[in-house]
């Protein structure tokens, strides 16, 4: 069944079919939420149901009358906008669910996914018990007797391979806490091969934005966009990845009369909301951006006075951009050059101005060039550090902002302190062990300060020789908490990899594709299913993609035999020996730690990111007083007892102890406010001077700041030289003394006493500097961003003069992306594979889609996996509309098949897969390959069997918004 979006109206013939027989027609979500819960009789029978058999639905239960209902909030764990879940308990039993009207962030509203989210506590489609593989079956298993056999695997494997044998990859599914305790154990385990979502998503906005102007993350928040004059939406789809975001977009539109622009391969949902809509061709970015520029720089509307106070470099901007006029920006991405100068004026002069991007700019081999480019822009306009600008970057998963801050990352540990000894001593002195036990643990110190190997190149670290891996040997055991495999592109290369593993583990709520690829990989033994249970289940803290943080309370208990992440991961850690130095300052309560222990000594470790000032009870106080918080500014009365003057969620940075109050960051780099306001200027986290010139503001500072010039990073040395030192009080000094480095080059981030910070904010003055921003990032492998070619790229005709950059080693591994294009242009790849093939989401699922497949009221929504193909093209083809079709990918012999929804909203030689599919493998059905009754309702193909090589540099984030592929009818 496929939806065209025309009337929204979707049929439930297939659903039915596969539900079996019932005696009403299933409800819809609308229904779903006033009635909350299933009545009686026949629609009972829905309630949970094996394949081919109905019975009556014993797990989800109607509100009972006359029973009390106990309210209980969370997060919504779909997408990062954060919405809040309300919910209703009777007797232990979530029987209903409430608008959340309070939240100043979703205001009573949910997407069809949040509507249906109490479906992913009561769904039978969940693992119910720990499993493993038998002989090729899955058998049930004890929680002791999975651990016990999975801990002295893991040993084995180490002793025999070294600890980097064994690749930890978590989840931005994890709380906070929940990710903090995941990176903890795998420093624990001695290893950096540890990553999550990210990599895959936003890893190359990190890159970039932090290599730009300090920290990699969103500068505004979506109720901030209200206040903008002009807005682009550059490779983002907000109506259907983030449905609640678009709200805030939409009222500011009509509100400010506002200028809503969506630039897109693809004529989106969004698009549809546009005041103008530019085509592009996929990839071409930069090509666009300097376009854009090149119209700015042209007609004098750039920001003179805000590029010479707060910017670096914008004069290498000029020349690179002096290279994209309109006929060749044309040439290279098809759009033409008057519709582009009307873009970039109203961008450059009906200000404040936003740029909104997600996965359409980030997922490229020049992702982190992309993301530097668009905040070039901003620079360029002055349109970053005031209401209403900014790069406001939407995330996909409800915390993958947070698991990123917290270092689950292979690049860093907790809060972007890196991997140098600085770093490791740093977190050694919070965690209270000597730096020495934990160098113990590596391979070598060497490898303890080297970015472990990215989750898109797992496979690669598992198949190639050995000696083309730079670690003591490959990859052997995998294990895998809450990420689904059909999310990581080149998947009949995952499946190889595979089927050469010693170990793997999957925990998680669903089996995921994880568990049907291993089977069709030909797995039969050393593969371990263990249940864990949803965010609804446990407590928590989560952080939306505007850096608020908020704190989620458990609703119900895990049912059967599900554990939390906190207790898969305490028994884990207690298998390996490690849990008495892992949690001497976490509680441990019936085998899970509390996780207001793992938030306060993240506080205490957290200085570099402002996520010091958080506190379990001040994140607890803004749930309760959600109502408190402006819509627009999101900030409370200050005379409020609870939560005077904080702005909603605390958004990092929120300095300084809890005690200090500060009320949190809402919008990054806006020195027109006190720093106890909430005001920032630029990060001086780049050095104060380059080649004669200071990288330090010029005439810019903070309201109230004691110092009216630029200045660097405080130090104890800093602090002494202004003769500040004077105001530490004689604990703050004894614990600086302490840290045992030269007490001069103890720093604001550092300092595990907060007084470095305390002090600074209490002069007028920010702990981490006030620098400029770099247009020019020297360190990055395009200082300047440069438009080059996919890897796969229909315009052959331009990858002599716009090359991909050479092959190098990267992450442990090689990249030969370079060796791949030119192969590919050798081999007429684009002849035989002429159209172009892009991805993306739909509203009705998520991520890889097994909790969102799982769940009956959004499989009732999109039943089949399908392609979006122009008209033109699928009538040289022969293909009908909702005919089957095979498209068939560039490398790997790879194919897949699906229907074919024919429209124009891709253009001619474009083509168009959502990514939440799976449980299909080149035309084969895998359902018998999930354990019994844990199959998802909807299974189709995975775009991202089609999907190709082809990573960024800087991240290695793999590319499948642009390859390339052919469509056949089936």
């Given at each position: 069944m496929l939806t065209k979006r025309k009337n929204g109206q979707a049929g439930h013939a297939k659903l039915q079919s596969l539900l079996g027989r019932t005696d009403a027609a299933p409800m819809d979500r609308r229904t779903f939420l006033r009635r909350s819960g299933l009545a009686v009789g026949g629609m009972a029978a829905i309630g949970s149901f094996q394949l081919g058999s109905v019975r009556k639905a014993e797990a989800i239960s109607p509100p009972q009358p006359g029973v009390p209902i106990e309210l209980k909030k969370s997060i919504c764990t779909h997408c990062a906008v954060g919405c809040t879940v309300t919910a209703e308990v009777q007797n232990g039993v979530w029987t209903g669910q409430?608008?959340?009207?309070?939240?100043?962030?979703?205001?009573?509203?949910h997407c069809a996914k949040g509507a249906a989210v109490r479906e992913l506590v009561h769904s039978d489609r969940k693992l119910k018990y720990p499993l493993k593989l038998v002989d090729g079956q899955w058998t049930r298993v004890s929680w002791d007797e999975a651990i016990d056999e999975i801990g002295d695997k893991m040993m084995e494997l180490r002793d025999a391979s070294g600890p980097d044998s064994v690749y930890w990859m978590g989840s931005a599914k994890f709380s906070n806490e929940g990710t903090y305790l995941f990176r903890k154990l795998a420093a624990f385990w001695g290893t950096n091969n540890q990553d999550h979502q990210a990599r895959i998503c936003h890893s190359t906005t990190v890159s970039g934005v932090?290599?730009?102007?300090?920290?990699?993350?969103?500068?505004?928040?979506?109720?901030?966009?209200?206040?903008?004059?002009?807005?682009?939406?550059?490779?983002?789809?907000?109506?259907?990845?983030?449905?609640?975001?678009?709200?805030?977009?939409?009222?500011?539109?009509?509100?400010?009369?506002a200028n809503f622009i969506v630039i897109d391969p693809r004529f989106t949902r969004t698009a549809a909301h546009a005041t103008e809509y530019v085509r592009l061709r996929s990839g071409t970015d930069i090509a666009v951006l300097w376009g854009m520029l090149w119209h700015i720089f042209e007609n004098g509307w750039e920001d003179k006075e805000f590029i010479a106070q707060r910017v670096y470099g914008m004069d290498e901007i000029r020349k690179e951009v002096a290279k994209y006029p309109p006929d060749e920006v044309e040439r290279i991405s098809g759009v033409p050059g008057e519709q582009l100068k009307r873009v970039a004026e109203l961008f450059a002069t009906q200000k404040p101005a936003t740029l909104i991007w997600c996965m359409g700019q980030t997922q490229h081999t020049v992702?982190?060039?992309?993301?530097?480019?668009?905040?070039?822009?901003?620079?360029a306009t002055g349109n970053v550090g005031k209401p209403g600008t900014g790069a406001n970057i939407f995330r996909g998963h409800d915390n993958v902002q947070g698991a990123t801050d917290i270092g689950l990352d292979v690049v860093t540990l907790p809060f972007y302190y890196g991997l140098t000894e600085g770093a490791w001593n740093h977190w050694a002195r919070v965690w209270e062990v000597e730096y020495e036990d934990l160098l113990s643990r590596f391979a070598s110190k060497e490898i303890m300060e080297t970015p472990g190997i990215p989750l898109t190149r797992w496979f690669d670290a598992t198949l190639l020789p050995k000696d083309e891996v730079e670690q003591s040997d490959n990859l052997r055991a995998m294990f895998v908490q809450g990420h689904a495999s059909n999310s990581i592109t080149r998947i009949p290369e995952s499946v190889k990899g595979l089927a050469k593993l010693d170990l793997l583990v999957v925990a998680d709520p669903h089996p995921t594709t994880w568990a049907s690829l291993a089977v069709q990989a030909g797995r039969t033994d050393n593969t371990y299913l263990l249940p864990v249970c949803t965010q609804f289940e446990t407590s928590g803290s989560r952080v939306a993609s505007n850096r608020s943080i908020q704190w989620g309370e458990q609703i119900v208990a895990p049912s059967f035999e599900q554990k939390d992440d906190y207790q898969v991961i305490y028994r884990l850690a207690r298998k390996l020996g490690y849990a008495e130095q892992m949690f001497k300052n976490i509680a441990v309560e019936d085998d899970r730690p509390v996780p207001e222990d793992a938030l306060r000594e993240m506080n205490r470790?957290?200085?570099?990111?402002?996520?010091?000032?958080?506190?379990?009870?001040?994140?607890?106080?803004?749930?309760?007083?959600?109502?408190?918080f402006d819509l627009v500014t999101l900030r409370a009365p200050k005379d409020d007892p609870e939560v005077g003057g904080d702005y909603y969620g605390l958004p990092w940075p929120c300095w300084g102890k809890p005690e200090l109050r500060h009320p949190g960051t809402p919008n990054l780099y806006n020195p027109s406010l006190h720093v106890m306001d909430g005001g920032s200027p630029f990060r001086a986290r780049f050095g104060v001077e380059r080649n004669g010139e200071t990288l330090l503001a010029e005439g810019s500072y903070t309201e109230g700041s004691e110092l009216t010039d630029g200045y660097p990073e405080f130090t104890m040395a800093v602090l002494k030289k202004l003769g500040w030192d004077a105001d530490l009080t004689p604990e703050e000094l004894s614990v600086i003394e302490g840290i045992g480095s030269e007490i001069d080059q103890v720093s604001w981030s550092t300092d595990l006493s907060g007084g470095i910070q305390r002090v600074v904010l209490s002069h007028g003055c920010h702990p981490y500097g006030n620098g400029k921003a770099r247009a020019l990032a020297w360190n990055l492998p395009d200082p300047v961003p440069t438009h080059r070619e996919p890897i796969y790229t229909p315009r052959v005709d331009l990858v002599e003069q716009y090359p991909t950059l050479p092959d190098a080693m990267q992450f442990r591994v090689p990249n030969i992306g370079h060796t791949v294009q030119q192969a590919a242009i050798e081999n007429g790849i684009a002849r035989d594979f002429p159209l172009i093939l892009t991805s993306g989401r739909l509203v009705e699922y998520e991520g890889g889609g097994e909790e969102t497949r799982s769940n009956r009221w959004l499989a009732e929504l999109q039943q089949e996996m399908f392609v979006e193909i122009n008209p033109a093209d699928a009538a040289e083809r022969g293909i009908s509309d909702g005919g089957w079709v095979w498209v068939s990918g560039a490398e790997n012999n790879s194919r897949a098949r699906v229907r074919a929804l024919v429209t124009e909203r891709v253009g001619k030689g474009v083509a168009f897969l959502p990514f939440h599919f799976g449980g299909w493998f080149q035309g084969e059905d895998l359902r018998a390959n999930y354990p019994e009754g844990t199959d998802p309702y909807v299974l189709g193909e995975s775009a991202n069997t089609i999907t190709t090589y082809g990573y960024d540099p800087v991240t290695n984030m793999q590319e499948p918004k642009v390859t390339l592929c052919q469509i056949q009818a089936a």
């Open positions: 409430e608008p959340s009207w309070d939240s100043p962030i979703n205001r009573g509203s932090a290599n730009t102007w300090g920290y990699g993350a969103m500068t505004n928040s979506f109720n901030d966009i209200r206040n903008s004059k002009t807005l682009i939406i550059m490779g983002g789809n907000p109506a259907e990845a983030h449905p609640i975001s678009l709200q805030h977009l939409l009222e500011g539109k009509e509100l400010n009369h992702g982190t060039a992309n993301v530097r480019a668009s905040c070039i822009l901003c620079l470790g957290g200085w570099s990111t402002g996520y010091c000032g958080q506190s379990p009870e001040r994140l607890k106080a803004h749930m309760k007083n959600q109502h408190k």
